[in-house]
């Protein structure tokens, strides 16, 4: 499975911003997929993941401010990003697992102007 990630820019503290990552198979078998992000200097985080039950998972710092969305017949899986903060600032990259397969994008910048 390749994943292609979109969606990312420029926006100002307090905008919105929404990433879509396109599969090139079916993501309707995997067990997770979701978003990570690395910040310069930064170690790599989660930022969400949805499971194939439609569980979903949050870093503390985004709950509330980002929605993820999984659409198995359209193999995509996106990231709706509100409230921007500049610490919000990162390359972020798709993610899908399946058993012990681990599968990523070439990640997307998103840049949050203060």
């Known amino acids: 499975v390749q994943l292609q990630a979109s969606g990312g820019g420029l926006v100002q503290a307090g905008g919105s911003l929404g990433l879509s990552c396109a599969a090139s198979g079916s993501i309707g078998s995997m067990h997770v997929v979701g978003w990570y992000r690395q910040a310069p200097g930064k170690q790599h985080e989660l930022v969400a993941t949805v499971a194939s039950d439609g569980t979903t998972t949050y870093a503390e710092s985004v709950k509330a401010r980002f929605t993820i969305a999984r659409d198995n017949r359209k193999n995509t899986v996106s990231l709706q990003m509100n409230s921007l903060k500049p610490e919000d600032t990162a390359v972020y990259y798709c993610?899908?697992?399946?058993?012990?397969?681990?599968?990523w994008g070439q990640g997307t910048l998103v840049t949050v102007s203060s």
């Open positions: 993610h899908a697992r399946w058993g012990q397969n681990n599968y």
